[in-house]
């Protein structure tokens, strides 16, 4: 039985309704969290690290909390102008709960935080503390995997088939035949005399009961076996009724009244049905969109240009009027007339002026007291060791994510808080506020074109009356001194395309297809008595959740969205050190997955006998970086890490040269920025072999993989017993 197009409508009005409430509670809570913000700038002496650190990893957990209620409203909300804010909102979140690690870490000195204390306070469970990968991160470049999908599936159907490196001996066919028949034979004895043995059973049964003959019971005998195998059955089917409760109870097995295939195929169908919906609705807006641009541009356009006309024209006379000049127009890069309309009164403008005056003539002694102040802040340095350990102080850095929360919040509260869902219904956009948006564009490439008219126009007046060719008012020069941009890196393939570069990559084997692995595949519990061995004065280790937690922070929220890893603290490479078999490939594998990025291969043992010489070392590190950059999200792999900074090399691996690619990889890191989603992930386990200065310089972030603790141990065995019991217990319990 389908349901109806009606019923599906009513369903999901009635889940609009829950995500607005949801949305509603979440700003309360994220206004509680903006007033908190402000008191952790303020510095905290280092013998109060404790408080700050419980204040730091409160915000921290709320504002995970909060980045799972955004994910959820962005992927289920259909109304396209509020899955604008909602973007933004969950790109902020994001991006503050980076910005909290990075000060958690600093505080602790540590990669890894015990938390346990916390979450107790706060009444939350460890399932709190797990870092949401936001659904859109895959949802908005399907097209894009597939697309690239199709051209490695191209690529390497060009190169033919793969040769084993492991040759098996060859058989010939009648062998085979004969071995498969053998096969067969064995197993179909095997059923025949199993059943014959049944059937001897059964025969030697009746041949008993023939030589014996049927035994008599007596009335009160034949009651007793009568209510024993009653009772029997009843305790069964009680025993497995027990069973299956219990299993719902722990959350094992939906409940008897969920186990519904209608409501299944209904919420298979309504989510399909929810992402046409906001596919339908984007499309109807970036129309509704074009062609609100293009009326207002038309319509109220000449009235805005004649308007700024006017009001520029009224600043040049009141200027002229207070000054005895016309002033000098303000450069675009400052603005342009938005300084003029800054509700500014004439002696406001002839006081700037003045100022303008003044302060280019106090830049020449301000530089001068900069000097001597350098000076004196160095012989200082020398005498205040004990000074500075006293005045040690702890504070979070400025954020860049809390302005965006903060104007996401107040467009929430201006636009969209006091308006009735039934405005809405149809989860349409809203078009006044669409009007009110278009309105602020048009305004902006009306004023440009204004500008450059009446600049020339205020250059004819100089010409005429002051007698004097304007100046425009332009931003003031930077400071000559030390160059601080980065070097360009030089393009060794400028003639090339980045499908040869591609297909070149794909052969050689540095571009590879990554396995399909989840992040919650890495199966491990968290810390449970973190807090009492700190306590204890005993160095908890890492948990297997703990690791899992970080590599979704370091690695999967900066790559998966580039306006997070535009702002969020910039951290271009990751070393997983641990014992072998702890899954150090398996997040790698994870990472990609999880974000879409492409996987390349730059290990040791992958580079020898490729590329050869310095020329070819700086060829195939520029290839690999500049492919990962023009096809981003891209993870570069090297397994084994520690080869490329041996202290000394092995004799039997001289002739792979592993340390040939250190300066060249050193480098295409540094010249990675804010924007390039792209993350050297190295793995090894003997990091004892490598020159420490050189590995800590080229990972940023170094996390320490040990081998699982018993909650992580119990739960591997847990899962695998519930994975080979799974048709068992979803047979249901018996009638």
Known sequence: MTSSPREVCEVGSM????????????????????????????????????????????????????LRRFDTLYDQMVHPQKRRLLRRLLDGVAGRVLELKDDLVRTDLSEYHCLDHVLQDLKLTPADLEVPIPKYFLLEQSTILKERG???????SRMGPVTSETSFPEMHRTKAIILLQRAERARQGRLRATFMREIRKEEERDRKIREEGWHRFSQDQAAIIIQKVWKGYLQRKRTQHDRWTEMEFIGMLP????????????????????????????????????????????????????????????????????????????????????????????EQVKMELEVQAQESKKKNQEKNKEKENEKKERKQKKGKGRKREA?????AWPSKFIPVINAGHEEYINVWKNQHESIHSTQSFDPEALRVEKRKEVEEEIRIQ??????????????AVDREEGKPLKPPKKKAGKKTGKKKEKDLTPDRSVESLLEELVVFGFLRKSETVTLKDYIGDFLYLGSTLNLANKLPMPSLFDIRQNVALYGVLRLGSPDIHAMAPLIRSILLVGPSGMGKKMLVKAVCTETGANLFDLSPSNLQGKYPGKMGVQMIVHMVFKVA??????????????????????????????KRIKKDLTKALRLLSPGDRVMLIGTTDQPQLAEMKGLCRTYERILFMPRPDYASRFGLVLQDAIGQEEGKIHQGPGC
């Open 391 to 395: 005045d040690t102080m702890l504070k």
């Open 255 to 346: 409940s008897a009244h969920q186990v519904n295939l209608r409501v299944m195929y209904q919420d298979g169908l309504g989510e399909d049905i929810g992402r046409l919906r906001q596919i339908e609705k984007e499309e109807e807006f970036q129309v509704a969109m074009v062609k609100t641009h293009d009326v207002l541009r038309e319509t109220e356009g000449p009235d805005m240009k004649e308007k700024l006309k006017e009001q520029i024209r009224q600043w040049f006379i009141e200027c002229h009027a207070l000054t005895g000049r016309f002033p000098d127009y303000p450069d675009e890069s400052l603005g342009g007339s938005y300084l003029i309309f800054a509700d500014k009164t004439p």
């Open 15 to 66: 889940s609009e309704q829950a995500y607005q409430r949801l949305w509603d509670s979440s700003h309360v809570t994220l206004q509680e969290l903006l007033d908190q913000e402000l008191p952790l700038l303020e510095p905290v002496p280092d013998r109060e690290r404790q408080s700050f650190h419980y204040r730091l990893s409160s915000l921290y957990l709320y504002y995970l909390g909060l």
């Open 150 to 156: 199709l051209m490695l599936a191209e690529i390497l």
């Open 629 to 658: 950059r023009l096809l981003q999200p891209s993870v570069i792999w090297i397994g084994n890490a520690e080869k490329n900074f041996y202290k000394r090399v092995p004799k039997e691996e001289k002739e792979m040269d592993p």
């Open 450 to 463: 204004v500008d450059e008219l009446m600049r020339q126009e205020l250059k004819n007046l100089h010409l």
